[in-house]
């Protein structure tokens, strides 16, 4: 035994070498990467803030015909806000038609393919202005922000965001398969009875 | 030591039992103390005896009993005195007031019970209660876990999401406004989660009730009905409910007597002109992360719902 290691008290030293500069640079880094995955906000964005009439309704325009604007939803893939959209689509009793996705009254949302158009601002404006037979307007009704937030939601009922983004959980009847859940179980056969 | 929320200055029956149950257990733990740190010194001090006695003679066996015998016996009459005042606390009487409270993230829904469901009435972050009569809380949690704690007049009782509600039941001797917080972290805004107690004697307590189960003031100046307007085409109706309009939102705080209250935001902020126009305009500013967001009003509609939410006393 080395008088060192007899030392018993001081810790494990390395050896010189150890890890490489390079590779410990790299690891850092790899680590500082995971610190912004997405940004929660507590200030929102103040109501209709140039993005008013950016959603058309219609496609039909006044004068030369100019490209559509693309509108991206700013709380997309956002996981804090589709867990707000969910607790506003019961707060808003959007589940009394819609049954957490599954459809009721009205139409079911958890698939992508939809009456009105399933783009962010074609739901942004579904949700705004109401549709025909049923579908309230709540223009005026909720911040123009918590509306995005339901257009999160919305879209997340159709799997249609990344697994890190998604609701972990559901409380309620289920529709679909969870994000999270696991995989089914092999039922357990009865073994067969002795003859 | 002596304030609105301390249970050091009890305010009721049950909270002076907790305080004298903490004299007891105060005085016991000092006076051991004192006779621990005495022996400790005077071992330090003593010089070593020629002989040693042995671990086995008599004297050093005598002590060791000694000890074992006044811990267990001190102990004993502590777990004693603990047990007796819980059944003190625990008693139910046969009347008392009923009111549900719910906690929710992050403030108190407040309903009064009758047998007559019509006489039932809802408010928020704040209790009134009659002196000398017992009033029995019924806690449920909407969320997650909270606890219910008032120190000048009980202990605390958490209220556990899921469950049916656990009842407890308190007196207030004084009349005066007790502070009550919630004591079981809860999330962001757990600190500002707050409510009021005020004791008063069974006259006042009549008329309070009286004036609650009434529906809200009917706006009677040009800019309170503007107001009333403004509330009603704004996002407030689909939270929060005025009894007598046609707003009857059930997820936000009752409104229907808005302007009696101290506070706004349970307990953050004095009800006051300033403070309330910075709540509707910017929520999220004045406590973040809280479920009220902040409104955008159209220019010039401020100034009369603020008026319109005054008048509701």
Same mark, same amino acid.
């Given at each position: 035994?080395?008088?060192?290691?007899?030392?018993?008290?001081?810790?494990?030293?390395?050896?010189?070498?150890?890890?490489?500069?390079?590779?410990?640079?790299?690891?850092?880094?790899?680590?500082?990467?995971?610190?912004?995955?997405?940004? @929660?906000?507590? @200030?929102?964005?103040?109501?209709?803030?140039?993005?008013?009439?950016?959603?058309?309704?219609?496609?039909?325009?006044?004068?030369?015909?100019?490209?559509?604007?693309?509108?991206?939803?700013?709380?997309?893939?956002?996981?804090?806000?589709?867990?707000?959209?969910?607790?506003?689509?019961?707060?808003?009793?959007?589940?009394?038609?819609?049954?957490?996705?599954?459809?009721?009254?009205?139409?079911?949302?958890?698939?992508?393919?939809?009456?009105?158009?399933?783009?962010?601002?074609?739901?942004?404006?579904?949700?705004?202005?109401?549709?025909?037979?049923?579908?309230?307007?709540?223009?005026?009704?909720?911040?123009?922000?918590?509306?995005?937030?339901?257009?999160?939601?919305?879209?997340?009922?159709?799997?249609?965001?990344?697994?890190?983004?998604?609701?972990?959980?559901?409380?309620?009847?289920?529709?679909?398969?969870?994000?999270?859940?696991?995989?089914?179980?092999?039922?357990?056969?009865?073994?067969?009875?002795?003859? | 030591?002596?304030?609105?929320?301390?249970?050091?200055?009890?305010?009721?029956?049950?909270?002076?039992?907790?305080?004298?149950?903490?004299?007891?257990?105060?005085?016991?733990?000092?006076?051991?103390?004192?006779?621990?740190?005495?022996?400790?010194?005077?071992?330090?001090?003593?010089?070593?005896?020629?002989?040693?006695?042995?671990?086995?003679?008599?004297?050093?066996?005598?002590?060791?009993?000694?000890?074992?015998?006044?811990?267990?016996?001190?102990?004993?009459?502590?777990?004693?005195?603990?047990?007796?005042?819980?059944?003190?606390?625990?008693?139910?009487?046969?009347?008392?007031?009923?009111?549900?409270?719910?906690?929710?993230?992050?403030?108190?829904?407040?309903?009064?019970?009758?047998?007559?469901?019509?006489?039932?009435?809802?408010?928020?972050?704040?209790?009134?209660?009659?002196?000398?009569?017992?009033?029995?809380?019924?806690?449920?949690?909407?969320?997650?876990?909270?606890?219910?704690?008032?120190?000048?007049?009980?202990?605390?009782?958490?209220?556990?999401?899921?469950?049916?509600?656990?009842?407890?039941?308190?007196?207030?001797?004084?009349?005066?406004?007790?502070?009550?917080?919630?004591?079981?972290?809860?999330?962001?805004?757990?600190?500002?989660?707050?409510?009021?107690?005020?004791?008063?004697?069974?006259?006042?307590?009549?008329?309070?009730?009286?004036?609650?189960?009434?529906?809200?003031?009917?706006?009677?100046?040009?800019?309170?009905?503007?107001?009333?307007?403004?509330?009603?085409?704004?996002?407030?109706?689909?939270?929060?409910?005025?009894?007598?309009?046609?707003?009857?939102?059930?997820?936000?705080?009752?409104?229907?007597?808005?302007?009696?209250?101290?506070?706004?935001?349970?307990?953050?902020?004095?009800?006051?002109?300033?403070?309330?126009?910075?709540?509707?305009?910017?929520?999220?500013?004045?406590?973040?992360?809280?479920?009220?967001?902040?409104?955008?009003?159209?220019?010039?509609?401020?100034?009369?719902?603020?008026?319109?939410?005054?008048?509701?006393?």
């Amino acid at each position: 035994m080395t008088p060192q290691r007899r030392a018993g008290f001081s810790p494990p030293i390395h050896g010189r070498g150890g890890l490489k500069p390079a590779l410990r640079l790299a690891l850092v880094a790899l680590v500082l990467l995971s610190c912004e995955r997405e940004e @929660r906000r507590f @200030r929102e964005m103040p109501s209709a803030a140039g993005r008013r009439n950016a959603e058309r309704l219609v496609s039909l325009v006044p004068g030369p015909v100019t490209p559509d604007v693309k509108v991206d939803n700013p709380y997309g893939y956002n996981a804090y806000a589709i867990s707000e959209g969910k607790r506003l689509f019961t707060w808003y009793n959007c589940q009394g038609c819609h049954a957490n996705g599954g459809g009721g009254m009205g139409p079911p949302l958890m698939d992508e393919r939809w009456r009105y158009g399933s783009d962010p601002e074609q739901i942004f404006a579904t949700i705004m202005e109401g549709r025909p037979n049923g579908m309230p307007s709540f223009q005026r009704k909720i911040p123009e922000y918590q509306a995005w937030q339901l257009v999160a939601y919305v879209q997340s009922l159709s799997g249609n965001v990344p697994k890190d983004a998604a609701g972990g959980r559901q409380d309620n009847m289920q529709v679909r398969k969870q994000e999270q859940a696991l995989p089914d179980l092999e039922p357990e056969r009865e073994p067969a009875p002795v003859q | 030591m002596r304030g609105i929320q301390s249970a050091l200055e009890p305010a009721g029956a049950q909270a002076e039992q907790i305080a004298r149950l903490w004299d007891v257990f105060l005085i016991t733990a000092t006076v051991v103390w004192l006779l621990v740190m005495l022996f400790t010194i005077a071992a330090l001090l003593r010089r070593r005896p020629e002989i040693v006695p042995n671990a086995t003679s008599p004297r050093v066996r005598n002590a060791v009993v000694a000890a074992t015998g006044l811990t267990v016996l001190t102990l004993f009459a502590l777990l004693t005195a603990s047990i007796f005042t819980t059944r003190g606390i625990a008693s139910v009487p046969d009347r008392a007031i009923q009111i549900a409270v719910t906690g929710k993230q992050w403030w108190w829904h407040v309903e009064y019970d009758d047998r007559d469901k019509s006489k039932r009435f809802t408010t928020a972050n704040e209790l009134t209660i009659p002196v000398g009569v017992p009033v029995t809380v019924h806690l449920r949690s909407a969320d997650v876990i909270h606890s219910f704690w008032v120190p000048s007049l009980h202990g605390k009782r958490d209220m556990i999401p899921g469950k049916p509600p656990s009842t407890f039941t308190f007196q207030a001797d004084k009349p005066g406004v007790y502070r009550g917080q919630c004591a079981e972290f809860c999330g962001y805004q757990h600190a500002n989660m707050a409510f009021w107690v005020t004791a008063l004697p069974w006259p006042e307590y009549a008329r309070w009730v009286e004036a609650s189960r009434q529906p809200s003031r009917i706006p009677s100046t040009h800019t309170q009905r503007k107001g009333q307007e403004v509330f009603m085409n704004s996002p407030c109706p689909l939270c929060h409910t005025i009894q007598g309009t046609p707003a009857n939102g059930k997820t936000g705080p009752d409104l229907t007597h808005f302007a009696s209250r101290r506070s706004i935001a349970a307990g953050t902020f004095p009800n006051r002109r300033g403070f309330l126009a910075g709540w509707i305009l910017d929520a999220q500013h004045m406590k973040p992360g809280s479920q009220m967001p902040s409104i955008t009003l159209d220019q010039g509609d401020l100034e009369p719902l603020i008026a319109y939410l005054e008048s509701l006393k």
